[in-house]
């Protein structure tokens, strides 16, 4: 019934698509093209380009920022997979619970920093992290402990307290998606769990977390990409510093295009953040894959 409707009617759905085909294709094709094109010459934004071929990809793997953005760049977005995915869904299931009372506000309160602007959100922890004056020092103070820590200033704590914010800001948005797919499971097979003799953890272990496993992976796959395409909080808050601890491989991009005008270069690395949020879509997707057909 179906496929005979579609090619009855196949030149309507052609044009109700082909407006969301042709934003797609002006927003994110005709762009990720042409970036692909200017990665391949020396071209400084306004003078005509000159073809360099595979340089640009070359000097960036071997420039001395390449290690340690990569780096820095893997460890924010396992950190964002560990801390936004493991509390959201920790979350969502304890809000799934009939016993929970007062559910809603607490959904509302862990979305609350979803709402807030990314630079409101950086300067309330800046002060919070500051090594003088900050919320953290003055509670371990006032507790009687002594560890000091200038939090935004050593080469790990930095990168880590700097990815807990953008964590902190994103979870309740993960949350929901995870409690809506929660949600969706049908209640039949809790309640025959349940005439079974299982308990929480076991209906939580095999229903809850296989059946709601493609949301996580789509949360999943969101953190990791989140994570190499991180800008804003990282340099709001450190600017990619104290030295490179916290650079990361779009500011290095943002480096090349806006302060030293080489637009092929910042191609360049523009197209190895696209291929690694790529790769590991498809890596995920493919690793994942089971879970699409083994309850349907």
Same mark, same amino acid.
């Not at 977005?77 to 493991?86: C, N, S």
């Given at each position: 019934?179906?496929?005979?409707?579609?090619?009855?009617?196949?030149?309507? %759905?052609? %044009?109700? *698509?082909?407006?969301?085909?042709?934003?797609?294709?002006?927003?994110?094709?005709?762009?990720?093209?042409?970036?692909?094109?200017?990665?391949?010459?020396? +071209?400084?934004?306004?003078?005509?380009?000159?073809?360099?071929?595979?340089?640009?990809?070359?000097? *960036?793997?071997?420039?001395?920022?390449?290690?340690?953005?990569?780096?820095?760049?893997?460890?924010?977005?396992?950190? %964002?997979?560990?801390?936004?995915?493991?509390?959201?869904?920790?979350?969502? $299931?304890?809000?799934?619970?009939?016993?929970?009372?007062?559910?809603?506000?607490?959904?509302?309160?862990?979305?609350?920093?979803?709402?807030?602007?990314?630079?409101?959100?950086?300067?309330?922890?800046?002060?919070?992290?500051?090594?003088? $004056?900050?919320?953290?020092?003055?509670?371990?103070?006032?507790?009687?402990?002594? $560890?000091?820590?200038?939090?935004?200033?050593?080469?790990?704590?930095? %990168?880590?307290?700097?990815?807990?914010?953008?964590? +902190?800001?994103?979870?309740?948005?993960?949350?929901?998606?995870?409690?809506?797919?929660?949600?969706?499971?049908?209640?039949? $097979?809790?309640?025959?769990?349940?005439?079974?003799?299982?308990?929480?953890?076991?209906?939580?272990?095999?229903?809850? *977390?296989? @059946?709601?496993?493609?949301?996580?992976?789509?949360?999943?796959?969101?953190?990791?990409?989140?994570?190499?395409?991180?800008?804003?909080?990282?340099?709001? *808050?450190?600017?990619?510093?104290?030295?490179?601890?916290?650079?990361?491989?779009?500011?290095?991009?943002?480096?090349?295009?806006?302060?030293?005008?080489?637009?092929?270069?910042?191609?360049?690395?523009?197209? @190895?953040?696209?291929?690694?949020?790529?790769?590991?879509?498809?890596?995920?997707?493919?690793?994942?894959?089971?879970?699409?057909?083994?309850?349907?």
């Amino acid at each position: 019934m179906n496929s005979v409707l579609f090619k009855k009617n196949k030149r309507w %759905l052609v %044009l109700f *698509m082909f407006p969301a085909i042709a934003i797609v294709v002006i927003l994110m094709v005709v762009p990720l093209i042409q970036t692909l094109i200017y990665s391949f010459f020396d +071209w400084n934004g306004i003078h005509t380009g000159r073809f360099v071929g595979i340089d640009n990809y070359r000097r *960036m793997f071997h420039s001395r920022e390449i290690n340690t953005s990569l780096i820095n760049s893997i460890v924010y977005a396992i950190f %964002l997979v560990v801390y936004q995915v493991g509390l959201a869904t920790f979350f969502a $299931y304890v809000l799934t619970q009939a016993k929970i009372r007062g559910s809603l506000i607490f959904r509302n309160l862990y979305f609350i920093p979803v709402l807030l602007s990314v630079s409101v959100v950086s300067q309330l922890w800046l002060q919070i992290y500051n090594g003088e $004056y900050g919320l953290i020092n003055q509670l371990l103070k006032a507790m009687g402990i002594s $560890y000091q820590q200038n939090w935004l200033n050593r080469k790990w704590s930095s %990168l880590f307290a700097v990815a807990f914010v953008e964590a +902190w800001k994103g979870m309740g948005y993960l949350m929901l998606i995870i409690y809506a797919g929660i949600r969706n499971i049908p209640s039949e $097979y809790n309640e025959a769990a349940m005439i079974d003799g299982a308990s929480s953890w076991q209906k939580f272990r095999y229903i809850t *977390m296989p @059946l709601t496993a493609p949301t996580i992976r789509i949360c999943v796959v969101m953190c990791l990409t989140n994570g190499f395409r991180a800008f804003d909080t990282t340099y709001l *808050m450190t600017g990619g510093g104290p030295g490179i601890y916290t650079y990361n491989l779009t500011i290095m991009m943002y480096d090349a295009f806006i302060l030293k005008n080489k637009y092929g270069y910042g191609s360049a690395i523009a197209n @190895l953040i696209v291929v690694i949020c790529i790769g590991l879509m498809f890596a995920i997707n493919r690793a994942t894959r089971k879970y699409d057909t083994i309850y349907d």
